[in-house]
T-cell receptor
Framework: GENVEQHPSTLSVQEGDSAVIKCTYSDSASNYFPWYKQELGKRPQLIIDIRSNVGEKKDQRIAVTLNKTAKHFSLHITETQPEDSAVYFCAAKRNNNDMRFGAGTRLTVKP | EAQVTQNPRYLITVTGKKLTVTCSQNMNHEYMSWYRQDPGLGLRQIYYSMNVEVTDKGDVPEGYKVSRKEKRNFPLILESPSPNQTSLYFC????????????FGPGTRLTVT
C-alpha cells in the first residue's frame, strides 16, 4: 500500500523566514497531493494541492513542488507569520481513491 | 451553510458496547470518508465511499463498519469497541472523488474504557 513519510515532525522559524516541509510517497500511481493545515482544536483545512501532471503550484505565500521521478513533494511557506503556526499534513491519493496522510509537521512561527 | 456535521462530538463508552457516530453533509458530495487521528500517526483513513451503496476499506478498517444508504449520510459503526479505538475521528466529504478538496467535520473524540 501507499506510504507517505513527512519531515520534519517539528519546525520552528522566526517570523518572516521561510518554512519547507517535505513528503515522500511510495506508490508511483498516486496522482493527487493535497496539503492540509490544522490549527489547535480545529478540523484540517485544505491550503493547497497539486496534481501529478503539474510540477509546481503557487498561491500567494504558499507553494508546492512535485518531483514524480523521485516521488517527493514539498510545501514552501514564505514570509511566515505567527498565524501560520499549526500542524501541516501532506497526503497522497491513489487511483482507487484511498488517501494516505503523512504524520504531520508542527510549525511554530516565533514573533 | 455548506457543512459536514458529526454527532456526537464527545463520547465516553465501555469496551464492547456498540456505538454509531453519524456524519452528514449538505453539499451533495459523492465522496465521503472516515479518518482517525492519533498523536504521531497523522490521519489514517478507515473507510471511504465513492457513492451510495459503494464503500471501500482504507488503511485501518479493522473493528469498524460503515454504510452509505443515502448520499448525505455516512455513519461509522463500532460493533464492539476496544480501548485501542480511543481516538479523534473525522468525517470528510468531497465533490466526486478524493481528487478534490475534502471538507472535514468538526471531529468526534471517542474514549473507550
Amino acid at each position: 500500500g501507499e506510504n507517505v513519510e513527512q519531515h520534519p515532525s517539528t519546525l520552528s522559524v522566526q517570523e518572516g523566514d521561510s518554512a519547507v516541509i517535505k513528503c515522500t510517497y511510495s506508490d508511483s500511481a498516486s496522482n493527487y497531493f493535497p496539503w492540509y493545515k490544522q490549527e489547535l482544536g480545529k478540523r484540517p483545512q485544505l491550503i493547497i494541492d497539486i496534481r501529478s501532471n503539474v510540477g509546481e503550484k503557487k498561491d500567494q505565500r504558499i507553494a508546492v513542488t512535485l518531483n514524480k521521478t523521485a516521488k517527493h513533494f514539498s510545501l514552501h511557506i514564505t514570509e511566515t507569520q505567527p498565524e501560520d503556526s499549526a500542524v501541516y499534513f501532506c497526503a497522497a491519493k491513489r487511483n482507487n481513491n484511498d488517501m494516505r496522510f503523512g504524520a504531520g509537521t508542527r510549525l511554530t512561527v516565533k514573533p | 451553510e455548506a457543512q459536514v456535521t458529526q454527532n456526537p462530538r464527545y463520547l465516553i463508552t465501555v469496551t464492547g458496547k456498540k456505538l454509531t457516530v453519524t456524519c452528514s453533509q449538505n453539499m451533495n458530495h459523492e465522496y465521503m470518508s472516515w479518518y482517525r487521528q492519533d498523536p504521531g500517526l497523522g490521519l489514517r483513513q478507515i473507510y471511504y465511499s465513492m457513492n451510495v451503496e459503494v464503500t471501500d476499506k482504507g488503511d485501518v478498517p479493522e473493528g469498524y463498519k460503515v454504510s452509505r444508504k443515502e448520499k448525505r449520510n455516512f455513519p461509522l459503526i463500532l460493533e464492539s469497541p476496544s480501548p485501542n479505538q480511543t481516538s479523534l475521528y473525522f468525517c470528510a466529504s468531497s465533490l466526486s472523488t478524493a481528487s478534490y478538496e475534502q471538507y472535514f467535520g468538526p471531529g468526534t473524540r471517542l474514549t473507550v474504557t
